[in-house]
């Protein structure tokens, strides 16, 4: 896969814009896709089942949104077990990157003040570069801190590698 620093800083520049909690996880992926495909693809909430992990459904609240999809949109997300996870969009810059920001309840005391980003650079030799970060501020308890970062290598390495299934890497 090769060294991604080149395509990660957009992301660490948008994250840190938007949070001033730490980054939890990072996963990054050269995919076989174009950027805008990729984009549609990962922003279309109702498609959020076939590749974010755990998730049995996937829908959008447009009601606060400054366009359907985009920022002020909500990203609601249905598991197995609890009350549907609500994401806020808080930035959005199609097709290049998204952030969204789930309420602290979502993590049951192991994480507060998420942030969550995803770039998507398009790569010279072909295809997406996507950078999906994670950020915020772990619980005090350090077993709930282990969970907590636990949780977030679980999603994010299971989201990426649904994606990989669809868009192969590179």
Known sequence: MGAFSDFTSYAKETGSRLSHQPLLHEE??????????????????????????????????????????????????????????????KAYDAPRMFAYSAGDAAFLGLCFEHLGVMTLEPHPDGGTVLCWLAYGRLASNPVKAWAGKKLFHVALGRGMKNLERKFPPR
């Open 28 to 89: 990054t992926r050269h995919l076989s896709v174009s950027q805008s495909e990729l984009f549609h693809y990962v922003t279309d909430f109702e498609r959020s089942s076939e590749w974010i992990a755990g998730a049995l459904k996937g829908w959008t609240d447009n009601s606060n949104a400054e366009t359907p999809g985009g920022l002020g949109s909500v990203r609601v997300i249905k598991s197995a077990a609890g009350e549907p996870i609500r994401e806020v969009v």
